[in-house]
């Protein structure tokens, strides 16, 4: 997914579908294009590859060509395959030719995202910073050269450039910068962070009564969520997303 803001204020964003309608370059379609490739080595498809004992190893199957009943265990969800990107990336530094690829790729898309923001917000001429977050720029080279090559087909003068801080001290700072919440509804009611923040760059510590309002949505999903853990693990989750004692929760005393 790529984001853009220029001088006027006007925001522009490409990419971010999701699994079903496009990751491209994001963890789950790197993952799901390894898993491609490993499918393919196994059954006499594709060239040979190190992710196969790599997706073997990380899924728990006893073998690459048992990887079918791993995969579609109920056990995987999204999150889960995103995580295999990791291992795709450092197969890739290895010299491994299929991980190579899938990084060349993950990186000519990511640049496709960043030529569509540009381009819809008329930088093309500008010198046109790029910041890149996330985990799968731990390939560097093999995923940023592709990526800056296509975005200097549309904006010649663009760079990359290092966050000035992390997404979760940008998240912060975004909020306390924001308008207020809007009023809670119903079946939601505002609640505090716990602890004062401390953002990147030094900035000061958070008051007391500067804490970040935030809203708590129902606790339905979260306690299926819990149901599938341990109760101390579940009793944590609910207490972070309920506010009062979450043992209380009949779903958490049965565990």
Request: hydrophobic share 45%; net charge positive.
């Amino acid at each position: 997914i790529c984001l853009g803001k220029n001088a006027d204020g006007e925001l522009a964003i490409s990419g971010g579908w999701g699994p079903l309608a496009g990751d491209e370059g994001g963890g789950v379609g790197i993952a799901q294009q390894a898993l491609h490739m490993v499918a393919k080595a196994s059954d006499g498809r594709g060239v040979k590859t190190a992710l196969s004992e790599k997706a073997a190893e990380y899924f728990r199957a006893s073998g690459p060509e048992n990887l079918i009943v791993a995969i579609y265990s109920p056990q995987i969800d999204n999150s889960r395959i995103a995580g295999f990107a990791r291992l795709v990336v450092e197969t890739a530094l290895k010299g491994d030719k299929a991980a190579i690829a899938i990084m060349k790729d993950a990186g000519c898309e990511l640049g496709l995202a960043a030529s569509a923001v540009i381009t819809k917000l008329k930088l093309e001429k500008a010198e046109v910073p790029i910041g890149c977050v996330g985990s799968v720029f731990k390939a560097g080279k093999l995923l940023t050269k592709p990526l800056l090559e296509k975005v200097r087909t549309v904006a010649p003068k663009a760079y990359l450039k290092d966050p000035v801080m992390t997404p979760a001290a940008a998240a912060a700072l975004g909020a306390l910068l924001d308008e207020p919440p809007p009023e809670p509804r119903p079946e939601a009611e505002a609640v505090a962070l716990g602890r004062p923040l401390r953002l990147a760059g030094g900035a000061e510590r958070v008051r007391e009564r500067d804490r970040v309002p935030l809203l708590r949505p129902r606790l339905v999903r979260h306690r299926h969520r819990a149901q599938r853990l341990g109760r101390r693990r579940a009793v944590r989750l609910l207490a972070r997303y309920s506010g009062h004692m979450a043992a209380t929760s009949p779903a958490v005393r049965r565990r």
